[in-house]
């Protein structure tokens, strides 16, 4: 029990470290880093505990997955491509199978042609986790999207089909075509009724409920969350399809009657959230799980004598690139075909057969069809899994790699000018409500985090090469501010209260650097630097207690003062020695901005707003600040300088800022802290 749940600690902290690893090295895709780490897990003894059943596998971790990819998917431009996917769900399917099993009876002679067909059935279909992993990298046309979408919601059902179509040639030594087909119609047919009735089932339910005034958004997301497990189990108990019942399910979940009503806001609002987490998490799981299993199947088989290593290596190599030629093979006929019937030029299709060709990679269901096989004698069960694993893993690894060669690199265009424009109208308006009021330091706050916000839209609006010189002159200055302050500590010129306030504010100056700009080595370094500093100042400064230091009290203005003005006069000399580097004009707006601060600092402006951060209560401002944006963007958008989905987001955002601002208990620790020293 101990070792499980250490094992669950783990678990979830690889999730965590395989997130932040693709922050800090974005080039790297996320579940390449998951497969690595699955791997490392491998190592560390995680293999010895997993002994998922494969329905299990199925039915808690990808039916809920595709559940969600069918509530999201385009369905229209699916349709649209119907013919494209049909070809790719139904012949490309089962001539992969059929190809791919030849192939593996052909190398691994005395196998049962039933179970190499069982192999090539388990990797035919097409993966939609792992298409959708890829497609975050890459921007495909609408069309191969669609087409994409469609081919890995559909195609799982074809293949567990032809499965065990196999299975039961394997089992029975009987295989009849006819049957095969009317199999094959009644599981798609039975799954896609099962789905139109539990979600038939639901909105009954959820009428019931609204006729009772009993109807909850907890209620409500939990009988959403209830829809995949159901369809999947209601269908194997029947033997039809789970996976066609559970697309169906999310596609008719998705496309319903929209209302706008109170309630219907609050479900959508907090169900999109708790998807996307749930999502995140079980994405994980299956590539973290395809690096334990491919732990777990290789290195016995690769340290066991009856099989040569390169011989092993030799057929995952060939299995992959029949795949992939099978593939390619198919996809170029029936594009010929297709040109041919509506009289186009058939080299306009080139790039969209090989993006479909590469694309259609295989992840961790076909594994779990695989574990289904029947342990028989005449089946080397541990090496046809093996094999599966590592086709997989190598046809994912080369749709990484492959790709970038055939689709565009997916681009953010910055265009910040009217967002600079809607926050600086804001701000103008602030200031001149400011004049109307004694107490001006709840505007101060308002205004200060609008400039904040329009500093980052100007660095973004700027040249790369720009904002490259500006993040890294940022870099300069937090360290040049940290040396400074623990020169200061360490010397006994600042009491604790001081120096933990001082370092909020460096941490702070590390918001403003856009990881966009800067080299993955650059923005590792900065992390380092943040962690190691917060660590050594939360954990390491007793180390100087017994140094000649102030009196232990309250932060001090002129502490502050002193020591903001030293690290400003070293600041400034480093950034004029620079001028020559750097383009002038970023160091003057730096050293502008330089001065401006410490003129704040003088004055006490900046510890009046931390203070404000650690309990704000400039609350009428800050409504006053939204009620103003909101303005702003409804005006821009009517005058055409916005379009409806640009000015659709920056009103989400202006709500999120909102709800957060809205919260009753905004206290904290340190606010506490310094309420009771007062007293």
């Known amino acids: 029990m101990i070792h499980s749940i250490f094992y669950v600690i783990i678990f979830l902290l690889a999730l965590v470290l395989s997130n932040v690893l693709n922050q800090v090295f974005p080039k790297l895709a996320l579940p390449l880093i998951q497969v690595i780490l699955g791997i490392i897990l491998g190592f560390l003894g995680a293999s010895h505990l997993l002994d998922v059943d494969p329905e299990l596998f199925l039915g808690f971790i990808i ?3 595709l559940f969600r990819e069918s509530e ?10 119907f013919s494209t996917i049909l070809f790719l769900i139904l012949p490309l399917v089962f001539l992969t199978a059929l190809g791919l099993g030849y192939l593996t009876h052909f190398l691994l002679l005395g196998i049962p042609l039933a179970a190499c067909f069982a192999l090539g059935a388990s990797l035919a279909p097409t993966d939609a986790i792992a298409v959708g992993a890829l497609s975050k990298n890459f921007k495909f046309p609408k069309r191969i999207t669609s087409i ?26 009987q295989f009849s075509l006819p049957n095969a087909t009317i199999d094959l119609v009644e599981s798609a047919i039975g799954g896609a009724l099962i789905g139109v009735i539990l979600v038939w089932i639901k909105n009954v339910l959820l009428r019931m409920l609204n006729s009772i005034a009993a109807r909850d958004v907890i209620s409500y997301l939990l009988l959403e ?36 009503t109170l309630f219907d806001a609050k479900v959508t609002k907090i169900k999109s959230t708790l998807w996307d987490m749930i999502v995140f998490i079980l994405n994980s799981v299956v590539f973290l799980f395809l690096g334990i299993e491919l732990h777990q199947l290789a290195l016995p088989l690769l340290n066991n004598p009856l099989y040569s290593n390169t011989h092993l290596i030799m057929m995952v190599i060939l299995l992959t690139f029949a795949l992939f030629l099978l593939r390619f093979i198919s996809i170029w006929i029936y594009y010929f075909i297709r040109t041919l019937k509506r009289h186009q030029k058939f080299k306009l299709y080139w790039n969209d057969i090989l993006l479909l060709t590469f694309a259609g990679s295989k992840g961790t269901v076909s594994i779990a069809t695989i574990l289904l096989i029947p342990k028989l004698d ?51 308006e602030l200031r001149l409500d400011m004049q109307k009021v004694k107490n001006k330091e709840g505007y101060a706050i308002a205004i200060d985090s609008y400039q904040d916000r329009i500093q980052k ?22 360290r040049l501010e940290s040396e400074g302050l623990e020169t200061a500590y360490r010397n006994g010129e600042i009491s604790i209260p001081t120096y933990r306030l001082y370092h909020r504010y460096i941490r702070s100056l590390g918001r403003s650097i856009s990881h966009t700009f800067l080299s993955s080595f650059q923005f590792f370094s900065l992390v380092l630097f943040k962690t190691t500093h917060l660590l050594f100042s939360q954990v390491f400064h007793v180390t100087f207690s017994n140094q000649p230091r102030k009196e232990q009290r309250l932060i001090t203005r002129e502490e502050i003062t002193t020591l903001y003005f ?5 600041i400034l000399q480093a950034l004029e020695s620079l001028e020559s580097v750097y383009d002038t004009q970023l160091i003057d707006f730096l050293q502008m901005q330089r001065l401006r601060s410490a003129e704040l600092v003088a004055h006490g402006g900046y510890i009046t707003h931390v203070l404000h951060k650690s309990e704000p209560n400039n609350y009428r ?8 944006e909101r303005k702003s963007i409804f005006e821009y958008e009517s005058a055409g300088q916005l379009s409806p989905k640009e000015a659709k987001l920056l009103r989400q955002n202006v709500n999120v800022l909102e709800d957060y601002s809205m919260e009753s208990n905004h206290r904290t620790l340190f606010f506490n802290l310094l309420e009771k020293r007062k007293k």
């Open 63 to 65: 039916a809920p997955l």
């Open 72 to 81: 999201e998917a385009d369905v229209t431009h699916i349709f649209k491509h």
């Open 148 to 173: 994409l979408q469609g081919e890995g919601l559909l195609n799982d059902a074809s293949g567990i089909i032809a499965f065990q179509i196999a299975v039961l040639a394997l089992s029975t030594g």
């Open 225 to 260: 969350f209830t829809i995949p497990f159901a369809a999947f189990l209601l269908s194997e108990m029947v033997h039809v399809s789970g996976i066609i019942a559970v697309v169906v399910a999310g596609v008719l979940q998705a496309n319903g009657i929209k209302k706008t």
């Open 378 to 428: 005449s089946v080397p069960y541990s090496l046809l899994i093996f094999l599966v694993a590592s086709v997989t893993a190598l046809s994912f690894l080369i749709g990484i790699f492959v790709l970038p060669l055939f689709a565009a690199k997916k681009t953010v265009k910055v265009d910040n000018i009217a967002k600079i424009s809607i926050l600086s109208d804001v701000v103008s």
């Open 457 to 478: 839209l100007i660095i973004e609006q700027e040249s790369a090469s720009t904002s490259v010189d500006f993040n890294e002159l940022q870099l300069l200055i937090m």
């Open 566 to 570: 030293k690290n400003t006069e070293i």
């Open 621 to 628: 401002e800050l409504m006053r600040a939204y009620y103003l």
